[in-house]
């Protein structure tokens, strides 16, 4: 059984910078790829950015380098840097975690609104 925290969220100005934490409650952390979803009100959940146990990212193309995830394996966290935050990125931020050894295992965090002003 594994639980996530997110926390980081907030409001902030068009062009302001966020950092979310997700904070892993479990075993096994480094069997896990850590990533962050977002979802606005009547649209799909869409993948911002994932990070293997290994280090390796990957991101949405509507990052364009804003962003940098990056996971803390003593402290069980991954952590979503996000700078020159755009109104476009309004959303509801939830943290996931993915099992590598059975692909089907995984965890979803509560969720953290971000809110961008313009």
């Known amino acids: 059984q594994v639980e996530l925290a997110e926390s980081g969220g907030g409001l902030v100005q068009a062009g302001g910078s966020l950092r979310l934490s997700c904070t892993f409650y479990g075993n096994a952390f480094n069997h896990y790829v850590m990533g962050w979803y977002r979802q606005a009100p009547g649209k799909q959940r869409e993948l911002v950015a994932q990070?293997?146990?290994?280090?390796?990212?990957n991101y949405a193309d509507f990052v364009e380098d804003r962003f940098t995830l990056s996971r803390d394996h003593a402290g069980m966290a991954a952590y979503l840097q996000m700078n020159n935050l755009k109104p476009e990125d309004t959303a509801v931020y939830y943290c996931n975690a993915r099992s590598i050894i059975q692909t089907t295992i995984t965890y979803w965090g509560q969720g953290t609104q971000v809110t961008v002003s313009s």
């Open positions: 990070i293997t146990p290994g280090g390796g990212t």
